[in-house]
């Protein structure tokens, strides 16, 4: 293991007039106030690291769900697939004698955001679920929904989050808010008509209808090249959220409609699907063959359940001749190793507490602005203020089974960062740490 620790000692006389936490000051408390210390700073590049698959995140009940398929040259092909339970709008309706359908249309809301290009043709299938999904039911990232043979849609489209639906002509023309509208009758009538044909004691409770339709599976085909991600809506209500819109006739009248919506209280969990198979080899060795040695290179960590990066800081105490030191301030400086097109907003660092499980960081408990961890567009880099963690772990007050480095949000954030790794000693454009310690033993 490389050990690296650039330094530039300062003396000063470090006077205590205040109470306020600075990051300057951390750990300076227990010192004399007339004591003149040795200040040392310098760059460590001693943390080394390495990527792997995520196990899985959780996936339901989101803020928003993500649909689509897009290909990028580092991390291949990520693709998300939805599945959704549809509610009755109204319990005890009655579709009348003989009914019929004329059409059954999906309104599927936009909700904003869009990753990747969208200009892409993608194609999106539409199947009825065979298995129940519940409210209070945990699901993941790669958990698995099974459907009906059925495709209802089979949909050729370009996601167009921000456009505007027009509905009707001339002075009847009407504008909505950005939306899907899908056939669900062209290709086969058998959905709309199973709804019709549900009787009285189905539709009356929404537990009962959901028993008999267990709601809809959004399965998005894999694209060849670019293609995005987008966000649909499922939490809004009334009209303005993602409904299926039952047409039909009956015996006694010959236009008439129904609403059903998947909203806040319905089901609803995202499925990621990874394929590396066109990923760099580099990348492969890593993070798929497990050779750990190509960290020192490169790092990788993506959103959607895909990758994240551990890292391990080594004892400090092999690094310093002081016996005691007190941590000042200590920066992790995550930078990338290329320009990425859209960064992640935030990553997140946390300290491992097992072989998946984690828990924060005693400094993320300081607030972000003191700890960190926002793109800087400026230097292509995440920076984390870590001081009150190295200085615990120095002091022996807790255990060092390293640190998880992921996307922040990476349930419903799909972007991706490549990291430059610490391979050159004395590098200090790469993955490093900067130290400034007080030597607590070389006071006069």
Not at 122 to 137: F, G, K, T
Not at 365 to 388: A, K, L, P
Not at 402 to 418: K, Q, R
Request: proline share 4%; glycine share 8%; net charge negative.
């Amino acid at each position: 293991m490389r050990k690296s620790l650039f330094i530039l000692p300062l003396v000063f006389l470090l006077l205590l007039f205040s109470c306020r936490k600075s990051p300057h000051t951390i750990g300076a408390s227990i010192l004399p106030e007339n004591a003149q210390l040795k200040i040392v700073y310098g760059y460590w590049d001693g943390l080394y690291g390495h990527s792997v698959i995520v196990d899985s995140v959780r996936t339901d009940e989101l803020p928003r769900n993500m649909l689509g398929s897009m290909h990028d040259s580092v991390f291949g092909v990520t693709t998300a697939n939805i599945a959704a339970q549809i509610t009755l709008t109204s319990n005890g309706v009655d579709f009348g004698a003989n009914p019929q359908l004329d059409s059954l249309v999906l309104y599927l809301r936009y909700n904003g955001e869009i990753y990747g290009d969208s200009s892409t043709v993608q194609h999106l299938h539409i199947y009825e679920l065979s298995d129940d999904i519940y409210l209070d039911s945990a699901y993941h990232s790669r958990s698995t929904f099974q459907h009906y043979d059925v495709d209802y849609a089979d949909l050729s489209y370009k996601p167009a989050p921000h456009d505007s639906v027009v509905f009707g002509e001339g002075d009847l023309a009407d504008t909505a808010a950005p939306q899907m509208v899908i056939s669900l009758s062209n290709l086969s009538p058998e959905l709309g008509q199973k709804i019709l044909n549900a009787d009285t004691t189905t539709l009356d409770s929404d537990s009962a209808f959901r028993e008999y339709f267990k709601g809809l599976y959004f399965e998005s085909e894999p694209v060849v090249s670019k293609g995005a991600m987008f966000a649909v809506n499922f939490l809004a209500s009334g009209a303005h959220g993602s409904q299926l819109m039952l047409y039909y006739h009956n015996d006694e009248d010959d236009s008439l409609s129904y609403r059903l919506s998947a909203n806040i209280t319905t089901a609803r969990a995202n499925n990621y699907v990874h394929n590396y198979s066109s990923s760099p080899a580099d990348f492969k060795q890593q993070v798929l063959d497990g050779d750990t040695s190509l960290g020192f290179e490169k790092l990788y960590v993506q959103g959607a359940g895909g990758v994240k990066t551990i890292l391990r800081v080594p004892d400090i105490k092999d690094y310093t001749d002081s016996s005691r030191i007190a941590f000042n301030e200590v920066k992790l400086f995550i930078p990338g190793a290329t320009t990425p097109l859209i960064p992640p907003e935030r990553l997140a660092l946390v300290e491992r507490s097992g072989d998946s499980t984690y828990i924060p960081l005693i400094d993320q408990y300081e607030g972000d602005s003191y700890f960190g961890g926002t793109y800087q567009s400026s230097t292509n880099e995440y920076v984390f203020r870590i001081t009150r963690y190295m200085q615990s772990l120095y002091s022996g007050g807790r255990a060092n089974q390293g640190l998880y480095l992921f996307v922040s949000g990476a349930s419903i954030n799909p972007e991706n960062f490549v990291i430059k790794g610490n391979k050159y000693e004395g590098d200090t454009t790469g993955m490093r740490m900067e130290i400034i310690y007080t030597k607590l033993d070389d006071t006069n």
